[in-house]
């Protein structure tokens, strides 16, 4: 069935033990989703989930939460869900920009953006997930040395990252332009959209900053 002829989208989601919706009534508490102390981390635009669903089958002791916004996306991705699926990771249905509704400051140790919407007009790039606005927040909610980790086929919005990180104090630990040949392609996990840019012959740039 797809998603537009499910009149009751925002129900399915919010029935389905996977996806926290409306993220911020639980009052900064969303970690305690799992009972252990185990490090968090997050993915920002997990889109249909294959990323995140493979990192938490790889890292059984780490907590993942994906955020998606696009409710058609998420249903996507919980159709695919079966009993072997991971226990230590949920989905989040929100945009990014509520991180700090969501999490208590200093409580995450590594954010993923991976392939986020690249937003080419000027008028737009304050919608760029690594403009200073999103970094403010990033700050605030990773914890000491904590790392931001980015993918991206678009090279001007990688160029635009790495300029956004230098001028917000942000310490580039690693950055490549060609991921895939690179030594750093050995742990890497493929995204949905990495599988297609790679298959298209694209380079995949890739970056680890955490603030100084
Ligand atoms: C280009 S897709 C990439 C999906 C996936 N990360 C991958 O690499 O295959 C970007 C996804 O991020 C979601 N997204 C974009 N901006 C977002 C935001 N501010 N908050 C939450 N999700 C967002 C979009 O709905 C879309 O599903």
Not at 99 to 127: A, G, Q, V
């Amino acid at each position: 069935m797809r998603l537009r002829h499910v009149e009751n989208g925002f129900d399915i989601l919010n029935k389905h033990p996977k996806v926290i919706t409306k993220p911020e009534k639980y009052n900064k508490k969303i970690t305690n989703f799992f009972n252990n102390n185990n490090p968090i981390h997050i993915e920002l635009g997990s889109g249909k989930g294959k990323f995140l669903t493979e990192m938490a089958n790889l890292y059984p002791n780490i907590n993942y939460f994906g955020f998606e916004k696009d409710t058609k996306v998420i249903y996507r991705w919980i159709k695919k869900i079966n009993k072997d699926c991971p226990d230590n990771y949920y989905i989040i249905h929100s945009n990014a920009d509520m991180l700090l509704e969501i999490f208590e400051e200093k409580s995450i140790e590594r954010i993923y953006l991976n392939f986020s919407d690249p937003w080419p007009k000027p008028r737009h790039h304050k919608r760029r997930l690594t403009d200073k606005q999103f970094l403010d927040l990033y700050e605030v909610v990773l914890k000491k040395q904590g790392e931001l980790h980015f993918k991206t086929d678009n090279n001007d919005l990688f160029d635009f990252s790495l300029l956004q990180l230098k001028e917000n104090g942000w310490q580039i630990k690693l950055a490549t332009r060609d991921l895939h040949k690179s030594n750093y392609v050995e742990d890497n996990v493929m995204t949905e959209y990495e599988e297609k840019f790679v298959i298209e012959g694209k380079n995949i740039n890739k970056l680890v900053a955490f603030k100084k």
